[in-house]
């Protein structure tokens, strides 16, 4: 189960959709499968960038009262730490260090 899910339900929410589904719910979740924090051209793959994007376009419509209500999750990285450590199996404690501040240098560009 997938964290935004996992958080609705403990949140007691109904029903957390995609963001492209039109249909009323209680939440949006803008993940996509395969993407990650560096800008990939993975097909069919929605990157970090156009995730906020589509976050923002919702953010403007909403009314203040329901966005200081509102509760904002922000999980990303996991897809490149897993295609890394599949890449560089030996990597060292250096290596590992290294990317890991790129990603957290790239998530932070980014918001």
């Given at each position: 189960?997938?964290?935004?899910y996992?958080?609705?339900?403990?949140?007691?929410?109904?029903?957390?959709?995609?963001?492209?589904?039109?249909?009323?719910?209680?939440?949006?979740?803008?993940?996509?499968?395969?993407?990650?924090?560096?800008?990939?051209?993975?097909s069919?793959?929605?990157?970090?960038?156009?995730?906020?994007a589509?976050?923002?376009?919702?953010v403007?419509?909403?009314?203040?009262?329901?966005?200081i209500?509102?509760?904002?999750?922000?999980?990303?990285?996991?897809?490149?730490?897993?295609?890394?450590?599949t890449?560089?199996?030996n990597?060292?404690?250096?290596?590992r260090?290294?990317?890991?501040?790129?990603?957290?240098?790239?998530?932070?560009n980014?918001?």
């Open positions: 189960m997938q964290m935004p996992l958080m609705g339900h403990c949140l007691s929410l109904r029903y957390i959709c995609c963001y492209n589904q039109e249909q009323t719910c209680d939440g949006v979740n803008f993940a996509s499968a395969g993407s990650g924090v560096f800008d990939t051209a993975n069919g793959v929605i990157n970090l960038p156009e995730q906020l589509n976050f923002k376009k919702v403007s419509s909403l009314d203040k009262d329901v966005l209500r509102s509760v904002f999750l922000i999980t990303m990285g996991g897809n490149d730490y897993f295609s890394f450590k890449i560089n199996p990597a060292t404690q250096t290596e260090k290294q990317y890991q501040r790129m990603v957290i240098g790239n998530l932070n980014a918001i």
